[in-house]
């Protein structure tokens, strides 16, 4: 069956940079569009990034802090962040689908915090 095990999550201190890591498998990966959604305590889930074939989108609270990347022989995908503020503090999704529809793992908390 399909299986996104999303890992790298854990505290940081605002500034500081974490990566990512969601091991797919059960799926034909490289065939996929891949995103990351997150949500924060009490609100809903809020699309962050995804990977299609022509290239990567970012949402706006995101871009230029955040790279999205995949590796298509070992079926992982990446998200990379950067100069972390308290504002991402989020439990973070790995999803099929460019927008993320197709399903999610069990995702991986952030928390940005001094």
């Known amino acids: 069956q399909v299986q996104l095990v999303e890992s790298g999550g854990g505290l940081v201190q605002p500034g500081g940079s974490l990566r990512l890591s969601c091991a797919a498998s059960?799926?034909?990966?490289?065939?996929?569009?891949m995103s990351w959604v997150r949500q924060a305590a009490g609100k809903g889930p809020e699309w962050v990034a995804g990977?299609?074939?022509?290239?990567?989108v970012y949402a706006a609270s995101v871009k230029g802090r955040f790279a999205i990347s995949r590796d298509n022989i070992n079926n992982m995908l990446y998200l990379q962040m950067n100069f972390l503020q308290p504002e991402d503090t989020a439990q973070y999704f790995c999803a099929r689908g460019f927008m993320g529809d197709l399903g999610w793992g069990q995702g991986t908390q952030v928390t940005v915090s001094s």
């Open positions: 990977i299609a074939y022509g290239g990567d």
């Open positions: 059960g799926f034909a990966f490289s065939n996929y569009e």
